[in-house]
């Protein structure tokens, strides 16, 4: 008997739901940054063995949106829920109690047909005492299919997840080839990648307004080696002057990086070109969203 299913990972920003998916992937799929609102779009990830394929879908964090992007990101992580088999909805464990922005997401959790997981992530933070005050306060709030602690980051309980997912899945086929771990095309991984460094290496108020397209990527006939050109966006002159940096060295930082997480992907060696452009207000501008990937 061979089960598949298609499971969403759903939770306020920055709570570690790339992180998680990254693990269960056993591969750098999602990017990762300790700013919130980091995913923008629903990234599948295909996790297959002998006798299940479970698809996971890491979502951008349910919050209130400021613009059209964020528009776009709440749909994409509230769109999942009613279209999967499970939904793993993620929670630290050093929260305490529910806050506004959990319960808001539980309010929608509570109208879906779907099983719903709650996971208590960063279970190395805290005491066992404090662990167990979590799962009861938000036991109060609303009734779990079941309650899986974990620690995403040290790959604790991750396992047990997995086993009590594959518990509730349901007979299917296998719907990707196993060797097969994510959807998303390869141009797409290396221009998040590129926006993983940006988040990393610059200030709180650069990164939310960057945008990157992979304009050109190309391998060269005979050879191992792929050439690509991305543009970066953002909408101010002064963002542009941070993100190149003095005398080019903040832009050579941040094509330096993506490229040696480009090389351990795709086995090849990259020649990277970048450029810095201005579109002001581009996070509400319909057809940059949907140039950059960003449409329903």
Not at 28 to 49: G, M, Y
């Amino acid at each position: 008997m061979f089960k598949s299913g298609f499971v969403s990972i759903v939770g306020r920003p920055n709570v570690g739901k790339s992180t998680l998916l990254n693990k269960l992937a056993g591969e750098k799929i999602a990017i990762i940054s300790n700013k919130p609102q980091t995913t923008r779009n629903a990234i599948k990830t295909v996790v297959t063995d002998e006798s299940s394929q479970m698809i996971f879908i890491d979502t951008p964090g349910i919050h209130k949106p400021k613009n059209k992007l964020g528009e776009y990101m709440v749909d994409v992580a509230q769109g999942t829920l009613n279209e999967v088999d499970v939904v793993l909805f993620l929670v630290e464990a050093s929260d305490g109690s529910p806050g506004a922005g959990d319960i808001y997401i539980m309010d929608r959790l509570k109208d879906v047909k779907t099983p719903v997981f709650l996971i208590v992530n960063k279970i190395d933070l805290v005491k066992r005492e404090q662990l167990l005050k979590v799962m009861d306060n938000y036991s109060k709030q609303m009734e779990f299919k079941a309650i899986v602690p974990v620690s995403a980051l040290n790959n604790e309980g991750v396992e047990i997840l997995l086993n009590e997912i594959k518990k509730i899945m349901p007979e299917g086929p296998q719907y990707f080839p196993e060797d097969m771990l994510t959807d998303q095309p390869e141009k797409v991984i290396i221009a998040e990648m590129i926006r993983e460094k940006i988040l990393r290496l610059l200030k709180d108020e650069v990164p939310h307004g960057i945008g990157v397209e992979v304009i050109s990527f190309k391998e060269r006939t005979g050879r191992d080696i792929i050439d690509i050109q991305a543009n970066i966006y953002c909408e101010r002159e002064t963002h542009k002057g941070i993100i190149i940096g003095k005398e080019g060295k903040m832009l050579k930082k941040i094509g330096t990086l993506s490229r040696v997480d480009g090389e351990k992907l795709l086995g090849s060696k990259i020649f990277m070109e970048l450029w810095v452009k201005v579109k002001p207000d581009w996070r509400n501008s319909s057809s940059m969203l949907k140039s950059l990937g960003y449409e329903k």
